[in-house]
């Protein structure tokens, strides 16, 4: 029997800013043209977080059964571990991804944009099959796009459009930089796990390129956010705020760049994470107090 801490584990908290920092941003980016609502903006919060608790146990669930993780280095595994049963985690994400879905549907009807139905439904679907079902995208080499358009885009612009009614300049730009955050940490965590992927069968992008051209590719993803931020600091000047996420950024690339490997790599996803937390709350606060 798994314990109460090793499920806590198994929910990858380290993996959580990216569900809250977007939501964050879409948050402030409907404030900064007078249609934030905090009920509508909390619920919008908890289906993001229930998600990424549901793809998570999802993904320790598919992962541990095909034997992916038998050989992994990185964040506790319940069913590659043994410590749990693989019902008991599928169960779990199940869960999760059900309280997504109801939590979703609460906000759908507050917010009268039934049509948004079908972009839930796209987006349960895809936790799932993420690394679940007969083919499983992220074993084809497509993760890294999911997780740039649901961790941005569909983050970003469905927490403002939710609200607003409206896509905006700065919601876009907003959604961008959270896009290439979340993509940066999946580059990292693929590209600590390129061995055991190969050795599993699985192809991400990281197996695809390489491990020069990814710690190429997770450099860009990076800078990406400081670009965009100077960007919106010519409409919003306090949100050049963002760039004190900068410091933690260059500690994760300083990683990646030395060419560390396994385990070493592992403070990176932890700062490139932090980073993206820090980015997503300094940026809606300057969109808050402007």
């Known amino acids: 029997m798994a ?29 900064h043209i ?6 509508w903006s909390l619920l919008a919060l ?3 977080v ?13 992962d541990g059964i095909r034997g992916t993780d038998a050989n992994r280095v990185g964040p506790f595994r319940l069913v590659g571990s043994g410590a749990a049963n693989p019902k008991s985690v599928r169960t779990a ?12 549907l609460v906000l759908i009807v507050l917010s009268g944009r039934y049509w948004m139905v079908a972009f839930g439904a796209v987006c349960v679907a895809a936790a799932w099959f993420y690394t679940g079902g007969r083919k499983p995208y992220g074993y084809s080499g497509f993760g890294e796009l999911a997780v740039f358009l649901f961790f941005g885009p569909a983050a970003v612009l469905g927490t403002l459009y939710v609200q607003t009614g409206e896509i905006t300049g700065i919601g876009i730009g907003g ?4 896009g290439a955050f979340s993509t940066g940490v999946m580059i990292a965590n693929s590209l600590r796990d390129i061995p055991t992927d190969i050795q599993a069968g699985k192809r991400t992008l990281a197996t695809t390129l390489g491990d020069k051209d990814s710690r190429r590719l997770y450099v860009a993803l990076i800078a990406i956010p400081f670009l965009i931020t100077p960007v919106l600091g010519l409409r919003v000047p306090l949100a050049l705020i963002g760039l004190l996420a900068l410091p933690l ?5 300083r990683h990646v760049v030395m060419g560390r490997k396994g385990h070493d790599l592992i403070p990176v996803l932890r700062d490139t994470g932090l980073a993206m937390l820090v980015w997503g709350i300094a940026v809606p606060a300057a969109l808050f107090l402007a």
């Open 249 to 253: 950024a260059i500690l994760g690339a």
């Open 93 to 104: 994400a199940f869960a999760a991804l059900g309280v997504a879905s109801v939590t979703g």
């Open 50 to 62: 229930a998600l990424q608790v549901g793809v998570n146990y999802a993904n320790d669930y598919s």
């Open 34 to 39: 007078d249609g934030f609502n905090l009920t």
């Open 175 to 178: 959604a961008i930089a959270m």
């Open 46 to 48: 908890a289906v993001a």
């Open 3 to 31: 314990t109460v801490a090793q499920w806590v584990s198994g929910t990858r908290p380290r993996t959580l800013p990216n569900s809250i920092a977007p939501v964050l941003v879409g948050a402030g980016a409907a404030h």
